[in-house]
């Protein structure tokens, strides 16, 4: 079983992400993601002043002080970067990490970074048809030994290389953020290789709904001719630790319904759940953004499956 955590960059420093950085890759960690936000989300008013550390070139950095930890993000927007742009920027940060990326793609939500930064903020109809090109793009410029022509509703490219490209084989994978039935969790099926659950996204964490997402996957697949065996299944747990049951409770309630909030040994129990799911991963979120707190949250829960 493979274990990651989101760690914070925003409302924090570098040298506190480098502290808990360097901690996970000194224990039992798997792997470390990043949000992709320009703006701390969900905090207007003074808290737009805070730090909000960008996604992709933060990674980049951690990439360079790291040899172990597997490297994504959860998740990036599409509209923040052209996607061609993007294939070319997740070529090089493979190569910099000796094949440790996961590329994590989504349409985009937080409106308010959109306006403050002068990006395009459509319908989300459009969202979802521009996610589904991008991915398409993407995929043919992660496999493609030639230079790719495409010529989308959105994007265009005219004999263009992928140079540096995936540094693992056989590519890059990709990470489809979101699993909304109809539009999400195809283009997961049709261009995707591994699928994550959100926990953040207010339908709480629980065994039925991770099981009504992973149905309408292979319903998808099964139409497209796809394997669904080829995608790899992962979550990402909002997770609290803590015997305290007001503060869980305040954090349950804030999260959403069945989120996994307690003693060491709940939470334990509650992963074991998943991982009986076929669950291949779990990266864990809002865990203080201290390297006691990973230190502790490893020790205390982590090393229970060893």
């Keep these: 079983m493979k274990f990651g955590a989101q760690v914070s ?3 924090t420093t570098w040298d506190d992400i480098r502290s808990v950085v360097e901690t996970m890759e ?8 990043l949000a992709d936000h320009f703006l701390p989300p969900n905090r207007g008013g003074a808290a737009e002043s805070l730090a ?11 990439a360079s002080i790291t040899n172990k930890l597997k490297l994504g993000h959860l998740v990036l927007g599409n509209i923040y970067r052209n996607p061609a742009l993007l294939a070319k920027m997740a070529g090089t940060i493979d190569h910099i990490s000796h094949g440790r990326f996961t590329l994590a793609l989504g349409a985009g939500w937080f409106q308010r970074e959109h306006e403050a930064y002068s990006w395009d903020f459509p319908s989300m109809r459009e969202r979802s048809d521009r996610l589904e090109e991008a991915c398409q793009l993407i995929r043919l410029l992660f496999t493609s030994t030639d230079p790719v022509d495409f010529a989308g509703q959105y994007y265009k490219l ?7 490209g995936s540094y693992q084989t056989p590519h890059i994978p990709i990470m489809v953020g979101g699993t ?3 539009r999400t969790l195809k283009t997961l099926a049709m261009y995707g290789d591994v699928f994550n659950l959100d926990g953040f996204a207010r339908r709480g964490m629980s065994i039925e709904l991770l099981r009504e997402k992973i149905t309408i996957l292979n319903q998808h697949c099964e139409k497209l001719g796809r394997n669904p065996d080829e995608i790899r299944k992962t979550i990402l747990m909002p997770t609290m630790l803590s015997d305290d049951q007001s503060k869980t409770k305040e954090f349950v309630d804030m999260i959403g319904p069945n989120t996994v909030a307690g003693s060491a040994g709940y939470i ?3 992963i074991g759940e998943f991982i ?3 669950v291949d991963e779990i990266m864990f979120g809002r865990l203080p953004n201290e390297s006691s707190e990973f230190q502790r949250f490893e020790e205390e829960v982590i090393a229970a499956f060893d």
Excluded: N
């Design 52 to 62: 909000a550390y960008e996604g992709f070139t933060t990674l980049a950095g951690i």
């Design 158 to 164: 005219i004999q263009a290389p992928l140079s540096p």
């Design 276 to 278: 009986d799911e076929g």
């Design 9 to 11: 960059c925003y409302l």
């Design 268 to 270: 334990v129990d509650r």
């Design 26 to 33: 000194s224990g039992r960690w798997h792997s470390v993601y």
């Design 180 to 182: 909304g039935p109809k």
